[in-house]
């Protein structure tokens, strides 16, 4: 079995999902606003709950690809958002995922944190080289976002994925390890070097 440990940040901290997270989960995925911009369709509440337990068990699978975490506010575990990891087949490199946040989350505004500290345990305990993310063309304000977490556009890549009907085109960022560490902040760095006793509590 491969857990994250828990992520802590300033605004938020990630940890693994846990069965009693499924609402939340299941409000996200069946929500038409919310999943507006992800890159797969709103579901039902059965496919909801099917994709739900596929996460329970990201971390019984050898070796470990995927990683979907829920997103919480400090003091608090109720899971207020979600983002994941995945983890390509092949060299070291990892796409950032489904960054979705409650409209009543108190973190909103900070969802590029949650990025942060998956990138810093992406390229400290997962030895990673490279992490992207991308966003929808036309989801403008996800620039602001990306930029923040320290990644930089790279291109745009046309109709990359089929949601509502319709092929999207899909705009890409991405951080190299030895550039991005040197703009981690003191509990991103913990994260880095696996020395969780400093991560902001």
């Known amino acids: 079995m491969t857990h994250i440990p828990e992520l802590h940040g300033e605004h938020l901290w990630l940890r693994e999902l846990r069965a009693t997270d499924l609402a939340a989960f299941e409000r996200i995925h069946t929500h ?13 509440a059965r496919q909801a709950q099917d994709a739900f337990a596929q996460c329970l068990a990201q971390p019984y699978a050898h070796p470990r690809r ?30 950032l ?8 989350a108190p973190v909103r505004g900070h969802g590029h944190e949650a990025g942060r500290l998956l990138m810093a345990h992406g390229f400290g305990p997962l030895g990673l080289h490279r992490i992207w993310a991308g966003h929808r063309a036309d989801h403008t304000r996800m620039r602001d976002v990306m930029l923040a977490a320290g ?13 509502q009907g319709r092929w999207h085109d899909v705009t890409t960022y991405a951080a190299l390890a030895h550039e991005w560490r040197r703009s981690a902040t003191p509990a991103e760095q913990a994260i880095v070097t696996g020395d969780h006793t400093l991560q902001a509590v």
């Open 66 to 95: 995927r990683h979907t975490l829920a997103i919480c506010a400090p003091g608090d575990d109720t899971m207020v958002g979600s983002m994941g990891l995945l983890v390509e087949d092949y060299g070291s490199n990892a796409m």
């Open 151 to 163: 990644l930089r556009p790279e291109a745009t890549l046309r109709e990359l994925f089929h949601t």
């Open 32 to 44: 038409r606003l919310l999943t507006r911009f992800l890159g797969v369709d709103r579901m039902d």
């Open 97 to 104: 995922t489904g960054l979705v946040l409650l409209p009543d």
